[in-house]
């Protein structure tokens, strides 16, 4: 790896490269892309811009992988952690685009959880016992229905079911293959109850509000999804308009909770399984966001970086899961999966072979088991989108680091560009990490510096 390292720095365009390794922010596995870029006058043709990775280390450039993991890349993740965040801000503050007003609109944080599948191992605190019933006896399999233990996050046994055997490992896969559907079951409803609930039909109360949201899934320690959702009531164009005055948050709030609990599907009948009803777990939380200024219910920043912060985790960042999808029940073997996870990864290969579950595609979605969907998904109308966060970021780096952005009105951009390849030499990545690590401490040295000037300033 040294004499790797040296070779590297020795490299006539190890400066370049330097430039380039930063500019990515010192990716982990960064892409390598080779070709050029001509920008050119509409009427006269004149070549006003021209790149081409012909004169670059390697004729290659190095642009983000933009994983949004943090065990595969962390400063791509951070980065996605960023613009997670600024996209739920903007959302229920107001700013890239969406109306500073939306902080008016009823605004709340919502957490619903999976049912219980079964009896688990539970964090507790101040020494309490996890299940301290000692009369509750055993159960069929003879072991005991109830643990004196004390757990915290870092015990093992934690998220783990007292009995395997009667832990329902089928419900739980099943409930992960339909929570995109438990969701929209969901938000169908919370019209239906908004609309009872303030006197109006479906069709009276959507021509007047707009209900906005954006969510993000968690895995919990007993491997269950549960989501977290910013939810926005707007009026019936979005976020410029202005909710009716006849819905307050306090009816969003009692209509979210019974939206909730009124949601049940039914997975397909299984000659197997039989048939499976499927609903929110009991456990949900609604809490109106305060406006800015307020001291009632959660501030609106501590909602979005809560949020953010679990977009940068995936099923494997957890221990819950793994990163790739598997292609074989022997790929389950990897000993640091627990025994409760393994079991899921193989509940969902074994019923992804029954053809009446085939649509579920449970072997396909295993690694995650079994939950198909993203880990941050937004109405359409919520706020800003990734894509144009970036373009903004794009437009920004260019504008900071001198290129020439004007014109682009009257030009025209012929690219091509092709991929010949991803990652670092082990040298390489050594470099590109303290690259990383001095691009974050400068990042951290800057808020602080930030932070102490509004202290002064609030302060004179
Ligand atoms: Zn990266
Ligand atoms: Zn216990
Ligand atoms: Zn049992």
């Known amino acids: 790896m040294d004499r790797d390292t040296i070779l590297l720095a020795q ?3 190890f400066s370049r490269w330097l430039d380039q390794v930063t500019a990515t922010g010192g990716c982990a596995h960064p892409i390598h892309l080779k070709g050029s870029t001509t920008t050119r006058d509409a009427c006269t043709g004149e070549i006003l811009h021209h790149y081409d990775t012909a004169h670059e280390p390697g004729e290659r450039l190095l642009v983000r992988c933009r994983n949004r993991r943090a065990t595969i890349c962390a400063p791509c993740s951070r980065l996605h952690a960023g613009d997670t965040f600024h996209l739920v801000r903007a959302g229920l ?3 890239k685009d969406v109306p500073a007003d939306v902080r008016d609109h009823p605004r709340l944080f919502v957490t619903l959880t999976a049912p219980s599948f079964g009896a688990v191992h539970r964090t507790t605190t101040d020494n309490q016992r996890c299940r301290p019933r000692r009369s509750a006896g055993h159960c069929e399999h003879g072991r005991p229905l109830s643990c004196p233990a004390s757990h915290d996050t870092a015990d093992p046994l934690t998220g783990q079911p007292l009995c395997p055997d009667c832990y329902d490992y089928p419900a739980h896969v099943l409930w992960h293959a339909h929570a995109g559907w438990l969701w929209k079951a969901f938000t169908d409803n919370l019209y239906n109850h908004l609309a009872a609930r303030t006197g109006r039909t479906r069709t009276g109360l959507r021509r007047a509000a707009r209900i906005s949201y954006a969510k993000v899934a968690e895995y919990q320690k007993r491997a269950a999804v549960h989501v977290h959702a910013v939810v926005r009531l707007d009026g019936a164009t979005g976020p410029d308009d202005p909710p009716p005055a006849w819905v307050s948050a306090e009816d969003l709030t009692a209509a979210v909770r019974t939206a909730a609990a009124a949601v049940h599907l039914h997975t397909p009948c299984s000659r197997g399984l039989g048939e499976h009803e499927l609903h929110w777990g009991s456990e949900l ?3 109106p966001l305060r406006a800015f200024g307020g001291h009632e219910g959660l501030g609106d920043d501590a909602v979005a970086a809560y949020v953010a912060k679990y977009v940068t985790k995936g099923s494997a960042d957890t221990g819950i899961g793994l990163d790739h999808p598997i292609t074989s029940p022997d790929d389950i073997t990897t000993g640091w999966l627990s025994a409760h996870v393994r079991t899921l ?6 019923l992804g072979g029954l053809p009446e579950l085939e649509p579920l595609r449970l ?5 995650t088991l079994g939950y198909r969907g993203h880990i941050l998904t937004k109405s359409r109308v919520y706020s800003t989108t990734y894509a144009a966060l970036r373009a903004e970021r794009a437009e920004y780096q260019g ?3 001198g290129a020439d952005v004007a014109d682009v009105l009257d030009a025209v951009t012929e690219a091509s560009w092709r991929y010949v390849g991803s990652g670092h030499t082990p040298g390489a990545a050594l470099i590109a990490a303290g690259i ?9 040295v800057a808020r602080v510096a930030l932070r102490e000037r509004r202290a002064d300033e609030a302060a004179s």
């Not at 072997?363 to 690694?367: G, L």
């Not at 990383?436 to 951290?444: K, S």
């Open 11 to 13: 490299h006539p365009q």
């Open 93 to 95: 503050l107001g700013g």
């Open 285 to 287: 939380d609604v809490r």
């Open 345 to 350: 990864i193989h509940t969902c290969w074994r």
């Open 363 to 367: 072997r396909a979605w295993a690694h």
């Open 399 to 401: 504008a900071a680091t």
């Open 436 to 444: 990383a690590e001095d691009l974050l401490r400068n990042g951290e």
